[in-house]
């Protein structure tokens, strides 16, 4: 599995827009690029997945370059409720249901 | 659908010691994953069972082994408990039987284990 590089933190105000920006430059042919959410003491959740170019869902969208060796978070308005820590993962689609975590994004949102 | 349950929540058990974790999948899904998360160590994939079989297998001590019930349910053991073993597991389920490019897993809440 391709390994990824992401910030360790990050700090934003209430109402901003958050782009967490991922790197992956080893990833493979046929790997997905996954983005989880997790809440101290409990365990990740799904935010959104993509290949390529840009995909949208109701919390988040996601950026991917046509090279696809990076990727991008997008969060819209953030509010106190986002901070949390964010885990981009590149996968197979094929395969087993593996996932490698890294040391994710610690995001911050201030009031 | 009622999400994925884990019990205890919390637990506390001696050095030396075997714990045994519980893990109900969501309904209809078929993959359960198991993961350790510890402080220093971030988040570890243990194993993922499948129909009742290990499909895959992580990084882990023989001490650590699981099972999967025929109704998916899924426990797993650790045995002669180590300090370091002291961490929150997590559970996964997905419906994903690993054609599908769907990589989403679905946590349950967790179980903390502290070893003293």
């Known amino acids: 599995l391709a390994k990824t590089t992401q910030p360790i933190s990050m700090d934003s105000y209430e109402g901003q827009e958050v782009n967490i920006t991922c790197s992956h430059n080893?990833?493979?042919?046929?790997?997905?690029i996954t983005w989880y959410q997790q809440f101290p003491s409990q365990g990740p959740r799904f935010i959104i997945q993509?290949?390529?170019t840009k995909v949208t869902n109701e919390v988040a969208s996601l950026f991917i370059p046509a090279d696809r060796k990076s990727s991008t978070l997008s969060l819209p308005r953030v509010s106190l409720s986002d901070t949390a820590v964010y885990y981009c993962l590149v996968g197979a689609s094929g395969g087993y249901n593996k996932l490698i975590f890294g040391a994710g994004t610690r995001l911050a949102v201030h009031p | 659908k009622a999400g994925v349950t884990q019990t205890p929540r919390y637990l506390i058990k001696t050095r030396g010691q075997q714990v045994t974790l519980s893990c109900s999948p969501i309904?209809?899904?078929?993959?359960v994953s198991w993961y350790q998360q510890t402080p220093g160590q971030g988040l570890q994939f243990l194993f993922e069972?499948?129909?009742?079989?290990?499909?895959n297998k992580g990084n882990f001590p023989g001490r650590f082994s699981g099972r999967q019930f025929s109704n998916s349910r899924s426990e797993m053991n650790v045995s002669t408990l180590e300090l370091g073993d002291s961490a929150l597991y997590l559970c996964a389920s997905s419906s994903r039987t690993g054609g599908s490019p769907t990589y989403e897993q679905y946590f349950g809440p967790g179980t903390r284990l502290t070893v003293t």
């Open positions: 993509g290949y390529k």
């Open positions: 309904s209809g899904h078929r993959s």
């Open positions: 069972y499948f129909s009742e079989t290990q499909r």
């Open positions: 080893n990833i493979a042919t046929n790997d997905y």
